[in-house]
């Protein structure tokens, strides 16, 4: 079964400063998708940003990007110029055709910008 | 996602009550799935169906069972609540057509079972 750790619990950002959180995943397949979601304080789940394995280059979204490291099973998240907005729970997630597209979730870093 | 409902939106229950849970969805896709999240302990599977004939359980799908209506309706329900299935539950769908495999997921549903 693949799992996924966020080693950071909680996390703390001056607003305008960069931030990045941490997420390291197992598993055995060479096909799989990565996701990073937000949930603010009003519960719901947002997508944030979405890598496909097969693609070396790193997604971006905006302030978002992530650096994927295939070999060492590394997917960070990168937020730029952060915002009041951006406190929330960030979820790392993933999925393969194995778990029937299932997301396997880790426990989530809580990001807090202060002004 | 508004494309993506759920009811009722909070509940509150005593244990051994029979509760549903609704999910519905205008997105058109076909794989719909439930979530539970406990505090601390993110997100965790319960089952997904692929179409109205296919049901999978999930990583904790004792408890509970499902019931997928139509495309767009998928259920679940507690036969008998119990305190530990307090939790906050999510529905969740994707595009089986397209090569993304990104989830939408509903608002959530906040569950207290007393």
């Known amino acids: 079964a693949q799992t996924v750790t966020q080693s950071q619990p909680e996390m703390s950002v001056q607003e305008a400063e960069t931030v990045t959180l941490s997420c390291t995943y197992d598993t055995s397949e060479s096909n799989y998708y990565l996701f990073w979601y937000k949930q603010p304080p009003s519960r719901q789940m947002i997508l944030v940003i979405r890598?496909?394995?097969?693609?070396?280059q790193n997604a971006t979204e905006n302030r978002f990007s992530v650096n994927f490291q295939k070999a060492a099973k590394s997917f960070s998240l990168k937020i730029s110029d952060s915002q009041l907005g951006d406190t929330a729970m960030y979820f790392c997630?993933?999925?393969?055709?194995?778990?029937?597209?299932?997301?396997?979730f880790g426990k989530g870093t809580s990001l807090l910008v202060t002004p | 996602d508004a494309d993506v409902t759920q009811t009722p939106r909070n509940r509150i229950t005593k244990t051994g009550k029979r509760i549903m849970l609704e999910c519905s969805q205008t997105k058109g896709h076909d794989r719909m799935y439930w979530y539970r999240q406990d505090p601390g302990l993110g997100l965790r599977l319960i089952y997904y169906?692929?179409?109205?004939?296919?049901?999978n359980k999930g990583e904790i799908s004792d408890g509970y069972s499902v019931s997928r209506q139509a495309q767009a309706k998928f259920s679940l329900s507690l036969e008998s609540a119990i305190p530990n299935q307090t939790a906050l539950y999510f529905c969740?769908?994707?595009?089986?057509?397209?090569?993304?495999?990104?989830?939408?997921f509903g608002p959530g549903t906040r569950l207290l079972v007393l």
């Open positions: 997630a993933f999925t393969s055709p194995n778990s029937g597209y299932a997301l396997n």
């Open positions: 890598q496909e394995a097969y693609k070396q």
């Open positions: 169906s692929f179409d109205v004939k296919d049901i």
């Open positions: 969740a769908t994707s595009d089986n057509r397209v090569r993304e495999e990104t989830q939408y």
